[in-house]
């Protein structure tokens, strides 16, 4: 499997701040929306939620901005599984601009969690090997420079 990439998302125009362009807790709603076919597709959906009384949440999340997107523009996430453990996965996202620019990268971490508790829970099996197989597909695309990467200020 290709790194996933969703469909094309719409900035609303609600979404735009005083400056002009979008405002960063926007950026993450286009994460978490590009990132939800993907997890539909490995068997961690809403309807994996509604079946098994199991879902995701996010643990962690680190976004960087690269360049402003503005009213009118059109973006796509990817998704790359990075590592797979029994209770949660490693990923990173790229908001890409419909001219092929990336806008901005997202870094985090996805728990498996038990609606019963709420609990982290390992993966049901089905979970387990479709993330394993996206990993072991993913793996032949070299892991971006900026993950893991410190936080700090250039001097």
């Given at each position: 499997?290709?790194?996933?990439?969703?469909?094309?998302?719409?900035?609303?125009?609600?979404?735009i701040d005083y400056n002009g362009?979008?405002?960063?807790?926007?950026?993450?709603?286009?994460?978490?929306?590009?990132?939800?076919?993907?997890?539909?597709?490995?068997g961690l959906g809403e309807?994996?939620?509604?079946?098994?009384?199991?879902?995701?949440?996010?643990?962690?999340?680190?976004?960087?901005?690269?360049?402003?997107?503005?009213?009118?523009?059109?973006?796509?996430?990817?998704?790359?599984?990075?590592?797979?453990?029994?209770?949660?996965?490693?990923?990173?996202?790229?908001?890409?601009?419909?001219?092929?620019?990336?806008?901005?990268?997202?870094?985090?971490?996805?728990?498996?969690?038990?609606?019963?508790?709420?609990?982290?829970?390992?993966?049901?099996?089905?979970?387990?090997?479709?993330?394993?197989?996206?990993?072991?597909?993913?793996?032949?695309?070299?892991?971006?420079?900026?993950?893991?990467?410190?936080?700090?200020?250039?001097?």
């Amino acid at each position: 499997m290709p790194l996933y990439v969703s469909p094309a998302m719409d900035l609303k125009p609600d979404w735009i701040d005083y400056n002009g362009h979008l405002n960063m807790a926007f950026y993450g709603v286009l994460f978490d929306l590009g990132l939800e076919p993907f997890q539909e597709d490995m068997g961690l959906g809403e309807s994996y939620m509604k079946a098994q009384a199991h879902t995701t949440y996010t643990a962690e999340f680190r976004i960087r901005y690269l360049q402003e997107l503005h009213l009118g523009a059109r973006v796509r996430s990817s998704v790359r599984v990075l590592d797979v453990g029994p209770k949660a996965y490693h990923y990173a996202q790229e908001l890409i601009h419909e001219d092929g620019w990336i806008a901005a990268t997202g870094e985090g971490i996805s728990l498996h969690i038990d609606q019963a508790g709420p609990r982290v829970a390992a993966y049901q099996p089905a979970q387990k090997a479709a993330l394993e197989a996206a990993l072991a597909s993913h793996g032949d695309t070299a892991v971006p420079d900026w993950v893991g990467a410190p936080m700090r200020i250039r001097k």
